[in-house]
């Protein structure tokens, strides 16, 4: 794999970078450059808009310090318009996640669209991806810390 290395980042990962960007999720998002490029849909600013007051009661962030956070890791993310992906990305996405959780679908399309890893911290999509459907085109966090020292590693 040559970098830097297209990583689709799914709500669930925004989420806990913004709740605290002092985590491997932070480190990642804001130490990869040239490594990982990160990529979201338009979709991922609604989901975080729509759970902005839960988020910001599990932080306990004020909300200067969530609009900073939120700023800080939408900064680091390449965002797609989801109407720019064609028909057959979607179609190719559906019978993916049709049985674990329809609402990811943007971000498998996006992934397929761009020929990425798709980026999630969801274990049930995760698991039903790779075990029922065979798609290994997804990592966890740990995964992708592995990846990206060992991107480190062969840059020198």
Request: net charge negative.
């Amino acid at each position: 794999i040559t970098p830097p290395v297209k990583i689709v980042v799914d709500t669930n990962i925004a989420f806990s970078a913004i709740l605290n960007t002092e985590t491997k999720i932070g480190d990642l998002l804001m130490n990869s450059e040239g490594l990982l490029e990160f990529h979201a849909c338009q979709y991922l600013r609604l989901e975080i808009h729509k759970h902005r007051e839960r988020l910001m009661d599990i932080s306990g962030l004020m909300e200067d310090e969530f609009e900073e956070a939120k700023q800080l890791v939408f900064s680091r993310l390449k965002f797609h318009s989801e109407e720019i992906i064609p028909y057959q990305f979607w179609e190719e996405a559906l019978p993916l996640v049709r049985d674990v959780d329809i609402d990811d679908i943007a971000f498998v399309t996006l992934n397929n669209y761009l020929d990425a890893y798709l980026w999630t911290g969801d274990k049930l999509l995760l698991n039903h991806l790779r075990q029922q459907k065979g798609y290994s085109k997804c990592l966890n966090t740990a995964e992708l810390f592995e990846l990206r020292e060992k991107l480190r590693l062969e840059k020198g």
